[in-house]
């Protein structure tokens, strides 16, 4: 065999060794969005309704974190399927993991063409609800004791005022 590839199948090992081991990671990494959310995505092709179901599923994830025993109504469980479970490292790191895909959708959109007028749209929405969504999320600061889960509500909120800075 070339070193080469002997030094390839020696690091996926080694990955494959370490990468359960990771703090935070048990197997494969959890999915950021439900499959319901995933699909209003897909549904959605025009950034600024693309921008809306990013930014609401954010919001769905305050809404556990300020009360975990949060219900909805009929009607929204149907189009958004259930609440978003998970503890509040998971909740807040899947928050902030939907604003970075949301920001990498508007890069492309903004790429593609920066004229387009639903562009404006998305970025006044995606800014105007992390701006609304600010507030609660420093307001679990004290709620919060786990350091993981901490750090995880700091980045959350450097990602909500990266987002309400945003303008074309």
Same mark, same amino acid.
């Not at 959708?105 to 920066?114: F, G, I, P, T």
């Given at each position: 065999?070339?070193?080469?590839?002997?030094?390839?199948?020696?690091?996926?090992?080694?990955?494959?060794?370490?990468?359960?081991?990771?703090?935070?990671?048990?197997?494969?990494?959890?999915?950021?969005?439900?499959?319901?959310?995933?699909?209003?995505? &897909?549904?959605?092709?025009?950034?600024?309704?693309?921008?809306?179901?990013?930014?609401?599923?954010?919001?769905?994830?305050?809404?556990?974190?300020?009360?975990?025993?949060?219900?909805?109504? &009929? &009607?929204? $469980?149907?189009?958004?399927?259930?609440?978003?479970?998970?503890?509040?490292?998971?909740?807040?790191?899947?928050?902030?993991?939907?604003?970075?895909?949301?920001?990498?959708?508007?890069?492309?959109?903004?790429?593609?063409?920066?004229?387009?007028?639903?562009? $404006?749209?998305?970025?006044?929405? %995606?800014?105007?609800?992390?701006?609304?969504?600010?507030?609660?999320?420093?307001?679990?600061?004290?709620?919060?004791?786990?350091?993981?889960?901490?750090?995880?509500?700091?980045?959350?909120?450097?990602?909500?005022?990266?987002?309400?800075? %945003?303008?074309?």
């Amino acid at each position: 065999m070339s070193s080469i590839f002997m030094l390839t199948a020696k690091l996926l090992l080694l990955g494959a060794v370490i990468n359960p081991l990771l703090p935070g990671r048990v197997g494969q990494q959890r999915d950021h969005l439900t499959e319901k959310e995933i699909d209003l995505v &897909k549904a959605n092709q025009e950034i600024d309704m693309r921008t809306e179901v990013f930014m609401r599923a954010a919001e769905r994830r305050i809404v556990v974190l300020t009360d975990p025993q949060a219900t909805q109504k &009929k &009607k929204e $469980e149907e189009m958004w399927g259930p609440l978003p479970k998970g503890t509040q490292l998971e909740l807040l790191q899947d928050y902030k993991r939907i604003l970075e895909e949301l920001e990498e959708k508007l890069d492309d959109a903004l790429n593609r063409d920066s004229r387009h007028p639903s562009l $404006e749209k998305a970025v006044k929405i %995606a800014r105007d609800s992390a701006t609304s969504q600010l507030d609660r999320l420093r307001a679990l600061a004290p709620k919060i004791t786990d350091s993981r889960a901490q750090r995880a509500l700091r980045e959350a909120i450097d990602e909500a005022q990266l987002i309400t800075k %945003a303008t074309l």
